[in-house]
């Protein structure tokens, strides 16, 4: 009998240090423009690139009790396509045509510069994350060249561990912030009109 309630102990025991381990997630984001722009071009073809700037896919760790483990990435593969097609979007709300190559076009440049998930190391349970994203816009019309640093972030607290829905969730309203934060500058447009 003493063996049986050992065991289940044991059992109860193991299950709640797995509840405070966390597996490792790979997001997907799905970053938008969340305003609207207004035109200053008249079809001017532009050349748009976007590129990832990080050192790592690595956001950050969920936290928990083996943080080590519990890693966020974002690949350059499952984001730029993405940002690729909203800055092209953007550029077309601008009053501009997205070119891949039109020679002597403006050129712009949006480079992912950074992007985080930090969770408290300290503790077993994961009640909040603070995630950041910053775009960096480099324009080059004519003779004028333009860099902007645009930045995003956002503080979340949370009763559970956020699944991985609610994180790509999160870090897609970052980026999005970041993303309509670039365009919003008025200068980025003057620029391609030279």
């Known amino acids: 009998m003493l063996h049986r309630a050992l065991f289940a102990l044991l059992a109860a025991a193991s299950l709640t240090l797995a509840g405070c381990a966390h597996s490792p997630q790979q997001l997907t984001p799905q970053p938008r423009l969340t305003s609207s722009l207004t035109p200053v071009g008249q079809g001017q073809p532009v050349v748009v690139r ?65 992007l985080k998930y930090q969770s408290p190391k300290e503790g077993l349970y994961v009640t909040e994350a603070d995630i950041s994203a910053s775009i960096r816009a480099d324009v080059q019309g004519g003779s004028r060249r333009y860099t902007g640093r645009y930045g995003a972030s956002l503080s979340q607290r949370f009763g559970t561990a956020p699944n991985q829905q609610t994180n790509t969730k999160l870090v897609s309203d970052v980026l999005s912030d970041a993303l309509t934060r670039a365009f919003k500058d008025p200068t980025i447009g003057q620029v391609l009109l030279q």
């Open 50 to 114: 976007v590129v990832d700037g990080r050192a790592s896919p690595v956001l950050g760790t969920r936290g928990g009790l083996y943080p080590e483990t519990s890693a966020i990435t974002v690949s350059s593969e499952s984001v730029l396509p993405k940002l690729q097609a909203e800055a092209e979007a953007a550029v077309r709300l601008l009053g501009f045509t997205p070119s891949a190559n039109a020679y002597n076009a403006p050129q712009l440049t949006i480079t992912l510069a950074d």
